[in-house]
């Protein structure tokens, strides 16, 4: 096991290793630290929902705020138009994962985005989604980077789908496990869906989703500044 400490000047390697204990002390410059404040870094994500559809329009509400990546399951792929998606915005998705791996020493791809991201949005997530994150399963980009994840970092969901899934009980007990790793729900809303069917299960419009997730993060920087003031 090796801990790395890092102190003002001075970096000290305290490695075990089978009962022997040595201490290094090496003296180093003061680190270099940029204070410039950089933008938050926003995974979005897109599930197999027909409001998947609106997702370019998601991913423009959040990239002028935030440098945005977009992770798509191959179903969402389906309904996503990638020509509405902002230039700058990269879509990873299962071949993307694949591709960018062919040995040992590469990096890998759900694990390079869970480290790079700030905050994770999914929306729309779809019942089937949901079911695996609550689960633990992970077979995919999308659910890879669930799985891995630091739960100390915010992650959103907007589900998506219509009355009869919503109000299934497998929705209850699914919401119930993710809100235990500290998931939040922006709920979705009543109107006419996408099947012509009346009832709760549209997503939030992507502008209340941009809204929240600013609103959370701003808030939380301003609670953390007044305390060091
Ligand atoms: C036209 C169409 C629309 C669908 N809309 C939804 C939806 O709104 N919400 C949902 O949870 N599933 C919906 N589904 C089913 C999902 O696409 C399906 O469960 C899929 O396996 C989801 O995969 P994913 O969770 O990996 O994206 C729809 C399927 C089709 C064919």
Known sequence: MLILCVTKNRIMNLIYADKICIMAYVERE?????TAPRKPRILLAASGSVAAIKFGNLC????????VKAVATQAALHFIDRTSLPKDVILYTDEHEWS?????????????????????????LSANTLGKIAGGLCDNLLTSIIR??????PIFVAPAMNT????NPFTERHLMSIDELG????????????CGDYGTGAMAEPSLIFSTVRLFLESRQNASSSRTH
Request: include cysteine.
């Open 30 to 34: 003061p680190m270099q630290v940029s």
């Open 60 to 67: 423009s509400c959040f990239s002028d705020w935030a440098d």
């Open 100 to 124: 960018s791996w062919s040995k040992i020493g590469d990096s890998v791809l759900h694990i390079e985005l869970r480290r790079w991201a700030d905050i994770m949005v999914i929306a729309p």
């Open 148 to 153: 891995a994840w630091d739960y100390e970092k």
């Open 164 to 167: 009869f899934m919503w109000t």
């Open 183 to 194: 998931v939040t729900l922006i709920p979705p809303v009543s109107k006419r869906l996408a």
